[in-house]
């Protein structure tokens, strides 16, 4: 069983910057993409950026240049360090984690990180 822990959610004003964790535990043997995703109120869930094994990255148009993914795998903790904050940057921050346990593979969410940039 895997544990998907987000934190460093809160509020913002416009322009600050913050950054989200996403802490896996659990009988984790390996991890390989890492995705951050975002639900605005009254929107679909999208996704923000992603980050392979390999530390290959790939992000959503409205964030390039602003928002930055990393992970330490020997932490089995991945991070979104969101710069440049917008309003319409305001959002739930999933973390969802791919990878194989001892015995099977996993795909797991987080719970969520309440994102609001507001002045």
């Known amino acids: 069983q895997v544990q998907l822990v987000e934190s460093g959610g809160g509020l913002v004003q416009p322009g600050g910057s913050l950054r989200l964790s996403c802490a896996a535990s659990?009988?984790?043997?390996?991890?390989?993409?890492v995705g951050w995703y975002r639900q605005a109120p009254g929107k679909q869930r999208e996704l923000v950026a992603v980050?392979?094994?390999?530390?290959?990255?790939n992000y959503a148009d409205s964030v390039k240049g602003r928002f930055t993914i990393s992970r330490d795998n020997a932490k089995n903790t991945a991070y979104l360090q969101m710069n440049s904050l917008k309003p319409e940057d305001t959002a739930v921050y999933y973390c969802?984690?791919?990878?194989?346990?001892?015995?099977?593979?996993?795909?797991?969410w987080g719970q969520g990180t309440q994102v609001t940039v507001s002045s």
């Open positions: 969802n984690v791919d990878g194989t346990t001892s015995w099977a593979p996993f795909r797991s």
């Open positions: 659990g009988s984790i043997f390996s991890i390989n993409a």
């Open positions: 980050i392979s094994s390999g530390g290959s990255t």
